[in-house]
Nanobody, 128 residues
């Protein structure tokens, strides 16, 4: 059973920083797409950042380039999203997601594969 558990969300003032973590377990392949997605009230879900666990460049939504950094610790099966210079428009529920089957990278945005495992989501609120 694949399990993704997010942590690190919360409330912060504009210009502040947060670091999200996603602990993954229950899958056996080592060449996957992983990513962070977000959904704000009344808006569609959007891809924020994605990474190929086999290496290569990460991908970012234009709205977060230069401010957010996705990374992964393969030894801990944990993915991170460092969010700096946060803006009120970054307020959303953030989801960790995984393509559980083996893929050949890269893992671009918009996604070209179905992310078939999702975390429960974690709230990020940025006040002005």
């Amino acid at each position: 059973q694949v399990q993704l558990v997010e942590s690190g969300g919360g409330s912060v003032e504009a210009g502040g920083s947060l670091r999200l973590s996603c602990a993954a377990s229950g899958y056996t392949t080592s060449s996957n797409c992983m990513g962070w997605f977000r959904q704000a009230p009344g808006k569609e879900r959007e891809g924020v950042a994605t990474i190929y666990t086999g290496g290569g460049i990460p991908y970012y939504a234009d709205s977060v380039k230069g401010r957010f950094t996705i990374s992964r610790d393969n030894s801990r099966n944990t993915m991170y999203l460092q969010m700096n210079s946060l803006k009120p428009e970054d307020t959303a529920m953030y989801y960790c997601a995984l393509v559980t089957y083996r893929v050949v990278g890269p893992c671009p945005l918009p996604p070209q594969r179905e992310y078939n495992a999702w975390g429960q989501g974690i709230q990020v609120t940025v006040s002005s």
